[in-house]
RNA sequence: GGGCGAUUAGCUCAGCGGGAGAGCGCUCGCUUCACACGCGAGAGGUCACUGGUUCAAUCCCAGUAUCGCCCACCA
């Protein structure tokens, strides 16, 4: 016997350890199903569960769960992504912590420490998943350092570079000077602030007194300048250019030049030219082939280009004196307040400088191409088709992708330098070595470059190394291109498109054939997540207090396709609810009897409540499976939550009561076998959601199964789905004459008052079976029934009972005869309204006659409907005035 | 500056060219032999605003307002 609440905790282990252990999960090269690819976005091995973690994955696994099921051998390719940055940060703190600088350690030691941080705490985050119920094939997991993997990059980088679309330029990066690397244009957070613009006067050379006026928000940067732009056709400068200026407090003579760049509705129409610290400055200064003077060390400080009094200065120490300085010289105009965007490193939080180095860049733009055209041709389609937009749109304008960090944790560059810094790059040092021997006819000394990989270099790879490439392994063979990936809007860039770069480039295909766009999760208010905000919401502490299942069958049943999902516990406390409503129902099956039978045809059902319940199962079945394959999820989640309370529980079960307790016994068995059947079909359309207590219900009911629910097969409904009019109609007219039964047991002659009050009802038991509850659900279901169809005689007959339930009601004494006539005003009222709300409609559409025709007749017909019904409300409202 | 999204019941959200929905909350009544994590009955909404298209608009189009997100080198 079940107990009376469900109880998640003991079972979600033990049946997970039984899941894995049997194999559950393992996708199968061999199996002559059709294949069916989720590669998994690999978390950061240095993460932990985040709420958003559990919704992808949730979303993921449903996916991967039904495809199980249905028809498919379904491969979920698991795996960490090392997370350069990120790692490596862990483990300097924690090394701080003991007083330890990276730097104290050299590289190697250092490299080893974080393999070893990785083995004991790289676990994390896959030992929460397995807590979420997730279920990916954990035999393949691959890590992007592994072997395999580091391999495939690689292959890549040395491919890519013979072909000219890797190359190593100087150029601005952006310079994060607290992680001291190179960050790309994509971890780079701009961030709106009020600053300052300072307005300097730069002395005309050989002009004394004549001075140009720049605004900067910028005075540090002067001390690299090497030139001032005006608007060519700005006739304020006309005669300034060709001049020189004389660079205050350096002292160079920097010349005046016309540039487009200038604007002259800005600032003074002049602006200071920094090549070595400003991106658009750069540009400027290869037009007019200015110097660049780089005047900040990797820190951000002065170096030694500048003047001595600034040198080792930090840049905003330095503003200070400059600001100062300038000021004292009397060539401070002006300071005005200016809204400006101040660029951030996403990990560090510091400002990131534009900072001159040597870099590997990715020739994105060459790349993007094929990517661009395979979602124009619907190679790819993104689901919503909304994100294509977004997806062009950052393709179409993509910069040079900086693939070079300056950190020890990564994927080293395979590039070799040689004594005169020619580069040699290949796969291997022994390579490497072999070309440079016969570059220089010699066997030289190479330096490796010290720089690793950008991290999503390897992820973009994922689609195609975690299946073995560049062998050509079975799994690789059949598991590409992949049918779905399933992410977030905010990695669209990072890792979508880089992955359909290089799938379309080495593979020759699309890395998957839809990408499912779904929300990021924020709290109640709207907020996203932050532990500084003190909202975020432990998944596992959730899964603790609720249930795995309520977590994750709220989580679908929020994700519709919109932007955010605003996550309130109250919501998972209800479906919390749902959970222990499904073990109820079980409960009162299994108190019934109502046990599977292996022989149970559902199509061979014979009683109007069971004929009914079957049609509708089959119906809700279908329904959560069009839904998640159509990626609407909340439809699912919603179909299966409707049929199994208001269907199910409300209705079919509360009428199979009498039936149980009844003397027809083959009724009796058919409708216990009826009851256990759709039970099961409700375990099974809800196992990929809620996996735990649909597989614990599976084996509690029948300990002799076959197999365990996860590997159970999707049924085909086909044959009994779409119950038709009559059948539902038959079913009401069986429900009315239940109802006339239960007045005939308790002798009610049809004009006398029918007491129906629970304890007033002392009739034979049966009678008891449908007391006023059956009644007011009838009354409500023959009201969602009609108007009814042209079959008169039960037309006939279901409004006789529907007027006289109307009226049974007040006289049962269920309810209250004030509030009732104050009811039925109203409703007379309401469908006043409405019949004045029809006609106005059909005089239109008859006045002007466009409206097809049977959308008139539909329209007569509701007017018709609400004026019977009216009559029929006022028919009930007199009598109950006469009482 | 460019782009996108949102605005529907007290709250969190679905829906969508022809009858306003769910969960939670609220009110009333129920220790009914599965379930109080329950059962039944209710209250509550000019579907942001203004125009337009249409026989018909919460839904399509245009504009306005408010909120939010993404992208962008603005001195």
Known sequence: MLEKTYNPAEVEEKLYGEWEESGAFAADTQSNKAPYTIMMPPPNVTGSLHIGHALTFTLQDVLIRYRRMKDRDALWQPGTDHAGIATQMVVERQLAEQGIHRRDLGREKF???????????????????????????????????????????????????KEGLIYRDKRLVNWDPKLHTAISDLEVEQRETTGKMWYFKYPVEGQDGTFITIGTTRPETMLGDTGIAVHPEDERYTDLVGKNCILPLVGRAIPIVADEYADPEKGTGAVKITPAHDFNDF???????????????????????????????????????????????????????????????????VVV???????????????????????????????????????????????????????????????????DGEIFVEETEAEAKAAAAKHYGKAVELTQDPDVLDTWFSSALWSFSTLGWPEETPELKRYYPGDVLVTGFDIIFFWVARMMMMGLHFM??????????????????????????????DPLELCDSYGTDSVRFTLAAMAAQGRDIKLSESRIAGYRNFVTKIWNAARFCEMNECRPRATFDPKSVTTTLNRWIVAKAAESGN?????????????????????????????????????????????????????????????????????????????????????????????????????DAEAEMDWVVDLISVIRSVRAEMNVPPSAKLDLSVKGAQGADEARLKTHEALILANARLESIAPVGDDADVSGAIQAVAGSLTLLLPLAGVIDLDQERARLKKEIAKLDGEIGKIEKKLSNQGFIAKAPPEVVEENRERMQAAADAKAKVEEALSRIEAA
Request: net charge negative; aromatic share 12%; with cysteine.
């Open 111 to 161: 490299v080893e420490k974080v393999w070893e941080w990785k083995a004991e705490s790289g676990g994390t985050i896959i030992r929460q998943l397995r807590r979420l119920g997730a279920s990916p094939d954990w035999e393949k997991e691959r890590f992007t350092l592994d072997e395999g993997l580091s391999k495939a990059v690689a292959k890549v980088f040395v491919q890519l570079y």
């Open 508 to 537: 020759k295909d699309v890395p998957f054939r839809e990408v499912y766009i779904h929300a990021l999760v924020r709290d109640e208010k709207g907020q996203k997540m932050s532990k500084s905000k003190g909202n975020v919401m």
């Open 283 to 349: 540009e400027v200064g290869n037009r007019h082939d200015f110097a660049r003077v780089n005047v900040l060390d990797e820190n951000a400080a002065i170096n030694d280009e500048a003047p001595e009094k600034y040198r080792g200065m930090d840049r905003f120490d330095a503003r200070k004196a400059i600001v100062a300085d300038m000021e004292e010289l009397g060539l401070l105009e002006k300071i005005e307040d200016n809204a400006m965007v101040i660029p951030y490193g996403d990990r560090s939080g």
């Open 623 to 723: 329904g959560v499976a069009a839904a998640i394959e159509a990626y609407r999820f909340n439809e699912a989640a919603e179909a299966l939550y409707h049929f199994t309370w208001h269907t199910f529980c409300d209705w079919f079960l509360e009428f199979a009561k009498p039936v149980f307790q009844g003397n027809d016994e083959a009724a009796k068995a058919e409708t216990r076998a009826t009851a256990a059947w759709v039970l099961d079909q409700i375990l099974i359309f809800g196992q990929p959601i809620m996996p735990f207590v649909t597989e614990e219900l599976w084996r509690h009911i029948d300990e002799n199964r076959g197999s365990a629910l996860i590997n159970a097969e999707w049924p085909d409904y086909s044959g009994l789905a779409a119950p």
């Open 353 to 419: 400088e534009p900072w001159l180095t040597d870099q590997w860049f990715a020739d994105a733009k060459t790349l993007a191409k094929p990517a661009i055209e395979a979602v124009e041709t619907g190679k790819t389609k993104f689901v919503p088709k909304q994100w294509e937009n977004t997806y062009f749109e950052w393709m179409r304008n993509i910069q040079p992708w900086c693939v070079s960090r300056q950190l020890w944790w990564g994927h080293r560059i395979p590039a070799w330098f040689g004594p």
